[in-house]
């Protein structure tokens, strides 16, 4: 019980860090991204290849920092990859999204986001293969924190959820403090009127697509570096990023974080009384459940 | 020869059975501007509502009641259009993309049931052995397949028949203009969230049918059957084809699944024997790109929708502009 807690807990944190960038994209460009969850495929496989790249350059990046199997190579990588992905992000955007925004309705861009869902999942299978992958080969020991009942921790699962805590942290100060973020948050709430004020729409879109990006990256590789890495970690994460944004209210940030968890510790729970092979189906019955209590989620506006 | 008429017969079979999901698709999408994301799940509901009905009971397993084969199809279709409700109801008062996310919810939903409750649908093999109609009648297997194609022509005639009457019926003209402007219809007395579930009801019958046509024919359905991939499929066939009318669904379903079936021969026949399988991916890849080169450079698709108008016959419009928010 308490064990699926924190393992929901942990794959709350990583959800969270998914779905901040989707209800972000999903409120200001006012369309369901399904090819978002691909973002931490690429953020995660770019990871890799740069962390194999350091590692062979420079031996002693290669040192894992003990207890964690994290080596400054892959912390190096992730940082990295956050930078790339947000580029892919936004190159992405103006390839598909922002021509078909320009002349259709924004259904069209849900239906391009599958068709770009598809080409980048088996783009990533081309390449890299369909088989599971690992950042280290090294055996990542769990720390027991008690015996009865018997709850393990491994120190990788307290460093990503420590690192995602303060990538969350980060994002609020910006969105509070800066003049950026309040660029953002005008944008969010009246595209309009932002415009009238002087921010340019087509900057902050690129800026959303960027922290979107990035987050993605680091979710993927976070999840990656506490369990493996396969071409499926992009529709594996789909609807998990779905529900947290519907559980916190399309728009919200803060509803992500919180759905995120919520999401992360329904499920852990949830696999107490269902056969695992019912995981995939958890969100949904999560999306469910909040369409029929409260269809606007814990923060969001009323979506009707 | 006769090889290649058998082949081509199940090729026609199964390009009839595509076309028909894409014509309810057409309802939903093309006349309504509903985005249905999980095609695939009213398709599997139908296949499976019938194969239960319809099919041999299995030592401890549920179903197998060996219904005659017209109440399992009705079976079938009523499942399908069950779960369009119940999933309709709680989201079609909401921002539109809940539904595409709640309908590919399903999707993903349903494939975990199919895989996983082995009491219920036999889990990852599946169900084998259902008794197909006139089969026992027609002793040759060449003939049952003709004789098969020609039901499920009449079937895909009878469906373009009905929509064709419904969508020039009141309750069509009602459908457009709801898709076209929402509060205009709304202040005209119409209710778009009655009207929209009632199209995503009857478009999900009609891909109910098209899965139980399916089981019907293959005498077998699994998990396998459930895969998203077919949704794109039958995405694709609409996009292709033209949205808003049934003639391009229909023609959109047939290059659709000739082009998949001959891409899959050319990569098999080309691609070496180490690379085999990606050629699955490789098909993949396509069909995304289809999708989205179809949606930027040609978006009311290869016969656009007619508008008729009696008075001031205006043609080609673009691909189906969904309601303002």
């Known amino acids: 019980m308490i064990q699926s807690i924190l393992d929901g807990i942990l794959t709350g944190a990583i959800i969270s860090l998914g779905a901040i960038g989707l209800t972000l994209i999903m409120h200001m460009l006012r369309f369901a991204n399904f090819a978002y969850s691909e973002l931490l495929a690429i953020g995660a496989y770019a990871a890799l290849v740069f962390d194999r790249l350091f590692s062979a350059l420079v031996p002693v990046l290669d040192e894992a920092f003990a207890p964690l199997t994290l080596t400054g190579a892959l912390a190096l990588s992730m940082v990295i990859a956050m930078v790339l992905t947000g580029l892919s992000a936004v190159v992405i955007d103006w390839l598909v999204f922002r021509r078909i925004r320009q002349k259709a309705d924004p259904l069209s861009m849900v239906f391009a986001s599958f068709g770009v869902a598809l080409i980048i999942r088996n783009v990533i ?42 990538l969350m942290l980060a994002l609020h100060l910006v969105l509070t403090r800066t003049t950026f973020g309040f660029a953002l948050r005008a944008v969010a709430e009246n595209p309009a009127l932002a415009q009238v004020a002087g921010v340019r729409l087509t900057t902050v879109i690129a800026a959303v697509w960027i922290i979107a990006g990035s987050l993605s990256a680091a979710a993927g590789t976070l999840y990656a570096l506490t369990n493996q890495l396969n071409p499926m970690i992009g529709p594996v994460f789909l609807l998990p990023v779905f529900a947290a944004t519907i559980v916190g209210g399309i728009g919200s940030v803060y509803g992500a974080v919180l759905g995120g968890f919520i999401v992360g510790i329904a499920s852990g729970l949830a696999l107490l009384v269902l056969p695992s092979g019912y995981a995939p189906a958890m969100p949904f019955l999560i999306i469910l459940a909040v369409l029929l209590v409260r269809p606007q989620g814990l923060f969001g506006e009323d979506q009707r | 020869m006769i090889g290649v008429v058998s082949y081509l017969t199940f090729f026609l079979t199964m390009a009839g059975i595509m076309a028909i ?39 401890g397993q549920f179903g197998g009641f060996g219904l005659p084969y017209l109440v399992a199809l009705g079976g079938g279709i009523l499942l399908a259009a069950a779960l369009a409700w119940v999933v309709g109801l709680l989201t079609l008062r909401l921002r539109h993309d809940y539904l595409a996310i709640s309908t590919f919810g399903v999707a993903v939903a349903l494939e975990s049931l199919a895989r996983n409750s082995q009491w219920l649908t036999g889990g990852a093999r599946g169900m084998r052995g259902f008794p197909r109609p006139f089969e026992a009648v027609i002793e040759s297997n060449f003939l049952f397949g003709v004789v098969f194609l020609l039901i499920v022509l009449a079937v895909l005639a009878l469906v373009w028949w009905g929509i064709e009457r419904l969508v020039h019926s009141p309750f069509g003209r009602a459908l457009r203009a709801i898709r076209e402007d929402e509060t205009a219809a709304r202040a005209l007395g119409k209710s778009p969230t009655r009207l929209r579930l009632w199209s995503l009801v009857i478009g999900a019958a009609i891909m109910g049918a098209g899965g139980g046509l399916y089981v019907s024919y293959t005498a077998f359905v699994s998990p396998q059957d459930l895969l998203p991939i077919l949704t794109f499929q039958i995405w694709a066939m609409l996009i292709v084809g033209g949205a808003g009318n049934n003639r391009g669904a229909v023609l959109g379903a047939v290059l659709i699944w000739g082009a998949w079936t001959l891409s899959g021969f050319a990569l098999t026949r080309l691609v070496p024997d180490s690379m085999q399988l990606d050629a ?12 989205v080169s179809m949606l930027l450079w040609r978006p009311e698709g290869l016969l656009p929708e007619r508008i008729s108008n009696p008075r001031n016959t205006t043609a080609g419009k673009a691909a189906p502009t969904s309601n303002k928010e």
């Open chain 2, 280 to 291: 699955g991916s490789i098909q993949y890849i396509l069909i995304g790109t289809l999708i």
């Open chain 1, 125 to 166: 299978v081309l390449i890299f293969g369909h088989h599971a992958q690992l950042y280290s080969q090294e055996i990542a020991r769990a720390t027991i924190l008690s015996f009865d009942p018997l709850i393990l921790i491994k120190p990788d699962q307290v460093f990503v959820l420590v690192l995602a805590l303060v």
């Open chain 2, 21 to 59: 999901i894409t014509l309810g698709l057409n309802l939903q999408w093309g006349y309504t501007g509903l985005f249905n994301g999980g095609v695939v799940a009213f398709f599997g509901a139908g296949a499976y509502g019938t194969m239960i009905l319809g099919g041999p009971a299995e030592p």
